[in-house]
């Protein structure tokens, strides 16, 4: 298993402002993923951060406005840039610790941010 | 259409009744089948987790992949108040791909 925190756990923040959130893992992971949960929404996959490499992201999202880092194997940040009221969401880290296995995920609580 | 379809709910049931969630699906590659379940303001958990058709049991819980139909099912016995959560329906294609998330169905288990 692995337990994550993230922080903050919630945020307001104003238009045009940007927030970073971070991401602490337990153990040492390689696959850690970063999710976008929206009311009533299905999870989102934001993007793929693997230590040693360049984030991937998905359709839809670009680096410019959630840049990812991933310094080590236990840490990772999201950063929600130029943020807009569309930005309002939880956001929630998730790491594999199955290497190579995506089916089993652990997710941290979530960072539920607001934007005015 | 939703690559995952799954009922938001809500959905009520008294203490001890036997509860049925499912999804629906629209691309037949699917071959992993997971269930999770998130409580209020908590991230999700992994519940079950089955390859291709078939049945699987753990404790109260059952979770059933009809790949001929596209369907998945996840069924909960003797339900108590703690189950009351949102459950989330995944799928990948591989065990090494991307998860596919439902919406959710929430879910209430009157005392």
């Known amino acids: 298993s692995a337990v994550i925190s993230q922080k903050p756990s919630r945020d307001i923040c104003q238009r045009g402002t940007s927030l970073t959130i971070q991401c602490q893992v337990d153990s040492q992971v390689t696959m850690m993923f970063w999710y976008r949960q929206q009311p009533g929404q299905s999870l989102t996959l934001i993007a793929t951060a693997n230590q040693g490499s360049e984030a991937t992201y998905e359709s839809g999202f670009v680096i410019d406005k959630f840049p990812i880092s991933r310094p080590n194997l236990t840490f990772s940040t999201l950063t929600v840039s130029n943020m807009s009221p569309e930005d309002s969401s939880i956001y929630l880290c998730?790491?594999?610790?199955?290497?190579?296995?995506?089916?089993?995920?652990?997710f941290g609580e979530g960072s539920r941010l607001t934007v005015l | 259409q939703k690559e995952v379809e799954q009922d938001p709910g809500p959905l009520s049931v008294p203490e001890g009744a036997i509860v049925s969630l499912n999804c629906t699906y629209s691309?037949?590659?699917?071959?992993?089948f997971m269930w999770y379940r998130q409580y209020s303001r908590k991230g999700p958990e992994l519940l079950m987790y089955?390859?291709?058709?078939g049945n699987k049991e753990d404790g109260r819980f059952t979770a059933q992949v009809d790949k001929s139909s596209k369907y998945i099912s996840l069924f909960i016995r003797d339900s108590q108040p703690s189950d009351s959560a949102t459950y989330l329906c995944?799928?990948?294609?591989?065990?090494?791909?991307?998860?596919?998330f439902g919406s959710g169905t929430r879910l209430s288990i009157r005392p």
């Open positions: 089955t390859y291709s058709s």
């Open positions: 995944a799928m990948s294609f591989t065990s090494a791909s991307k998860i596919i």
């Open positions: 998730s790491v594999a610790p199955h290497s190579g296995d995506t089916g089993e995920l652990f």
């Open positions: 691309n037949s590659a699917f071959q992993y």
